[in-house]
């Protein structure tokens, strides 16, 4: 079963903005993180937050993780085009302690 | 450069034949993966492999196969078992197995079969 689900499924931006999506789960974690995907591409990983954190940051990234609601979220401040993409949350944990489980995604549109 | 090469990226098969995605690693990464993906949809996990001549199911492996004979390579069958095999295969390594170690990813392969 699912374990991540994002929310939007989509959202379309101006270059500048910023964008927010989120993420919730159902079961406990060991640890969240955040891929993204250029279209027809591998994803590559972004950022990973552990149980015990509550924030982190990577340059124009900010994660958070409210392991009391079972969501986290992923800020991209100051978004520019190339940052047009598909945004996955994948978490561990629970009877599944050795393999990620993907949510379905949200497409993020930069508009120029 | 380090990474992980699919071969081919593109794939065509009629229903009916086996077809086997290649994946080699040069990171030295002990465990592999192997994720199918469907349009608007996230990936599921078919096969993992945490260290070499050893592999356990995902969540639909049905349909699959996998060996893992040699570090660098993890190749997939597809066999004329699996219902619905058209879409796109990704496959991914981690230095070490478990939940701590993020995923690099190949570029993938799409195969349709008709």
């Known amino acids: 079963s699912q374990q991540g689900e994002e929310d939007p499924q989509a959202l379309s931006i101006q270059e500048g903005e910023n964008a927010t999506m989120n993420c919730s789960y159902k079961t406990s974690i060991n640890n969240l993180q955040w891929y993204r995907q250029n279209s027809g591409r591998g994803l590559v990983h972004l950022i990973l937050i552990r149980s015990n954190e509550r924030e982190k940051h990577s340059g124009r990234l900010r994660v958070t993780l409210d392991t009391s609601k079972k969501s986290s979220s992923l800020l991209i401040t100051a978004s520019r085009a190339a940052d047009t993409a598909s945004y996955f949350c994948?978490?561990?944990?629970?009877?599944?302690?050795?393999?990620?489980?993907f949510g379905s995604g949200t497409r993020l549109l930069v508009r120029p | 450069d380090g990474g992980i090469t699919q071969s081919p990226k593109y794939l065509f098969r009629k229903e009916g034949q086996n077809v086997t995605l290649s994946c080699e690693q040069n990171l030295n990464h002990d465990a592999m993966y192997w994720y199918r993906q469907d349009p608007g949809q996230g990936l599921r996990l078919i096969y993992y492999?945490?260290?070499?001549?050893?592999?356990q199911k995902g969540d639909i492996a049905e349909g699959y196969s996998v060996s893992r004979e040699k570090k660098e390579s993890f190749p997939l069958t597809v066999t004329s078992a699996q219902k619905n095999p058209t879409a796109f295969y990704l496959c991914a390594s981690s230095w070490a197995p478990g939940p701590n170690s993020p995923l690099h990813f190949g570029n993938g392969t799409r195969l349709t079969v008709t």
């Open positions: 492999s945490q260290i070499v001549n050893d592999f």
């Open positions: 994948a978490t561990s944990g629970g009877d599944s302690s050795y393999k990620l489980i």
